[in-house]
C-alpha cells in the first residue's frame, strides 16, 4: 500500500523539523564546547547524533510505504546562549513543540485511516516523553545548584558520560 500524499507531505515536513533539530543541538554542542562544558556538549553532540537518526527513520519509512522524500534547506538555528539555564529551557521548549509535531502526525494518520503509519508514530511519541522527561531532570538540577560552580561542575561530568545509542524502532 502507498501512502497518501497528504501523509508524506506531512512526513516530509517532520524530515526537515528532525534535521533541524539536529543542526539546533548541534549548535548548542559547538556552543558550550567552546566555553569550556564539554560534557553539556557531550549531551548535545548525543542528541545531534539521535536527531539525524529519528530523520533516518522517517525517510526509511516513506521509501518503505512507496512514499517519495524530499529534501529542503535546513532555516538557520540559534548560535548563543547566556547561560545553561538558557539552552536547556530552550530544548526543553523545542522537545515540546516536536512532542506537538509528532502528535499532528498521529492526528493526521487516524484522520487518514493509515493504521501502519500511526503504529510507527507510537515509537515517537514515547520517545517524547523520555526527551522532555531527560531535559526537565537536567533543568531541575541546574535549578537546584543555582549557579555553584560545584554544582555546575558535576552537572557537567554526568552530561558528558552521555553515550549514543541508536535508536530501535520497532
Known amino acids: ?9 506531512a512526513i516530509n515536513d517532520q524530515i526537515n523539523a528532525e534535521f533541524w533539530s539536529a543542526f539546533l543541538y ?22 545531534f547524533r539521535e536527531e539525524q537518526a529519528h530523520a533516518e527513520i ?6 518503505a510505504r512507496g512514499g517519495v522524500v524530499k529534501i529542503d534547506p535546513i ?25 506537538k509535531r509528532i502528535n499532528a502526525l498521529y492526528a493526521l494518520a487516524e484522520e487518514e485511516k493509515d493504521y501502519a503509519t500511526r503504529q510507527m508514530l507510537n515509537w515517537y511519541i514515547a520517545e517524547q516523553v523520555e526527551e522532555e522527561h531527560n531535559v526537565q531532570d537536567i533543568l531541575d538540577n541546574l535549578n ?9 561542575l558535576q552537572i557537567d561530568r554526568e552530561l558528558g558520560s552521555r553515550v549514543y545509542t541508536a535508536p530501535k524502532v520497532n
Open 1 to 9: 500500500m502507498t501512502i497518501n500524499e497528504k501523509l508524506a507531505n
Open 75 to 99: 532555516a538557520a538555528v540559534k548560535q548563543e546562549w547566556s547561560s545553561l539555564e538558557e539552552t536547556f529551557s530552550d530544548t526543553l521548549a523545542h522537545e515540546m513543540e516536536v512532542t
Open 58 to 63: 522517517f525517510i526509511d519509512y516513506l521509501h
Open 144 to 152: 537546584l545548584v543555582k549557579g555553584d560552580g560545584t554544582g555546575i
Open 26 to 47: 548541534l549548535s548548542m554542542a559547538c556552543y558550550w564546547e567552546q566555553q569550556g562544558r564539554t560534557g553539556v556538549a557531550n549531551w548535545y553532540k548525543v542528541q
